[in-house]
């Protein structure tokens, strides 16, 4: 049995009149860890093992924590500011922000820009009525828009939701003129049991079926790595996306102008660095290899 373990790293935005450095959300990252290890001389007594387990997951979290936002304090003390940017839409905003203070991660509200933000504004500038087939708690974020009479489809992740009836509903909405609004086409994303299927091939399939685009509104496209920057109040060409995903963050990043580092962690597969064009500014082994080239060299 494999146990797994989840911290905060891969993901930001940081930004200085010279440079802004965006990192994506890959907030709980996988980390093996053997059952076996850490745990001898306990013999066969589970409930000591599970004890000495969660007392090391506990103590690795808090270590990866300190490694992490010791870049990012890093980055901030040498004048750059700091956002991070994620896809998920798998929680609302304030549901993510208090996990991740949980978890002891000093982040603050205004550094996390997502994808549902993206899309609630996009909504509200069309005055569409959504179906939205995200998960219940993504819900919050949408608040106050009205889903009656829908007369848009709305897709992010939303495992719970995606079925034969509530699929073929939007497709018949669509084929009736509804548009088709993707938070984001991920592929896949990972979760603690290993990769799964993301919200991109269930709006394909849309695609597919009904011989309509989708809109997409979350990385990669380059309105949402715009809007990110538009806080910051800096360009493209003073930023660096930090990401674990080559095509959604980095290639999205450097597609919208700004230079892009890929990490070999997280949802990160051998070879990433070759499947887009131009390949990545650089590939580095973790978040912390990314900060010192980005203070050594970028600024």
Same mark, same amino acid.
Request: with cysteine; hydrophobic share 40%.
């Given at each position: 049995?494999?146990?797994?373990?989840? $911290?905060?790293?891969?993901? !930001?935005?940081?930004?200085?009149?010279?440079?802004?450095?965006?990192?994506?959300?890959?907030?709980?990252?996988?980390?093996?860890?053997?059952?076996?290890?850490?745990?001898?001389?306990?013999?066969?007594?589970?409930?000591?093992?599970?004890?000495?387990?969660?007392?090391?997951?506990? !103590?690795?979290?808090?270590?990866?924590?300190?490694?992490?936002?010791?870049?990012?304090?890093?980055?901030?003390?040498?004048?750059?500011?700091?956002?991070?940017?994620?896809?998920?839409?798998?929680? $609302?905003?304030?549901?993510?922000?208090?996990?991740?203070?949980?978890?002891?991660?000093?982040?603050?509200?205004?550094?996390?820009?997502?994808?549902?933000?993206?899309?609630?504004?996009?909504?509200?500038?069309?005055?569409?009525?959504?179906?939205?087939? !995200?998960?219940?708690?993504?819900?919050?974020?949408?608040?106050?828009?009205?889903?009656?009479?829908?007369?848009?489809?709305?897709?992010?992740?939303?495992?719970?939701?995606?079925?034969?009836?509530?699929?073929?509903?939007?497709?018949?909405?669509?084929?009736?003129?509804?548009?088709?609004? *993707?938070?984001?086409?991920?592929?896949?994303?990972?979760?603690?049991?290993?990769?799964?299927?993301?919200?991109?091939?269930?709006?394909?399939?849309?695609?597919?079926?009904?011989?309509?685009?989708?809109?997409? !509104?979350?990385?990669?496209?380059?309105?949402?790595?715009?809007?990110?920057?538009?806080? #910051?109040?800096?360009?493209?060409?003073?930023?660096?996306?930090?990401?674990?995903?080559?095509?959604?963050?980095?290639?999205?990043?450097?597609?919208?102008?700004? #230079?892009?580092?890929?990490?070999?962690?997280?949802?990160?597969?051998?070879?990433?660095?070759?499947?887009?064009?131009?390949?990545?500014?650089?590939?580095?082994?973790?978040?912390?290899? *990314?900060?010192?080239?980005?203070?050594?060299?970028?600024?």
């Amino acid at each position: 049995m494999a146990l797994t373990l989840y $911290s905060l790293i891969q993901s !930001v935005i940081l930004c200085t009149n010279a440079i802004a450095v965006l990192h994506e959300e890959r907030f709980l990252c996988k980390l093996g860890w053997a059952a076996d290890q850490g745990v001898g001389g306990f013999g066969d007594d589970l409930g000591i093992k599970a004890q000495t387990h969660n007392l090391v997951r506990s !103590v690795r979290t808090v270590m990866r924590g300190q490694t992490f936002f010791s870049g990012t304090t890093r980055l901030r003390n040498a004048s750059v500011t700091v956002k991070f940017v994620t896809n998920t839409t798998k929680e $609302s905003k304030r549901n993510l922000l208090e996990r991740l203070h949980r978890l002891n991660f000093d982040v603050q509200e205004n550094e996390i820009f997502t994808s549902l933000s993206a899309a609630r504004s996009l909504i509200e500038q069309k005055n569409h009525r959504p179906l939205l087939l !995200v998960e219940d708690s993504a819900l919050e974020d949408f608040t106050g828009i009205d889903t009656s009479e829908p007369n848009a489809v709305v897709i992010g992740l939303a495992p719970e939701h995606f079925n034969y009836q509530t699929l073929n509903k939007a497709f018949r909405m669509i084929l009736d003129g509804a548009p088709l609004i *993707a938070i984001h086409k991920a592929r896949y994303y990972k979760r603690k049991d290993g990769l799964a299927l993301g919200p991109g091939p269930f709006v394909t399939g849309l695609e597919y079926a009904t011989d309509r685009k989708a809109s997409v !509104v979350g990385k990669p496209e380059k309105t949402f790595f715009m809007q990110a920057l538009s806080d #910051l109040g800096c360009s493209p060409g003073e930023a660096v996306m930090i990401g674990d995903d080559a095509r959604d963050d980095v290639g999205g990043a450097q597609n919208a102008g700004m #230079l892009g580092i890929l990490v070999r962690s997280g949802k990160y597969r051998e070879g990433d660095e070759n499947k887009i064009s131009p390949p990545p500014h650089l590939t580095c082994d973790s978040f912390p290899d *990314a900060v010192e080239h980005i203070l050594q060299n970028l600024l």
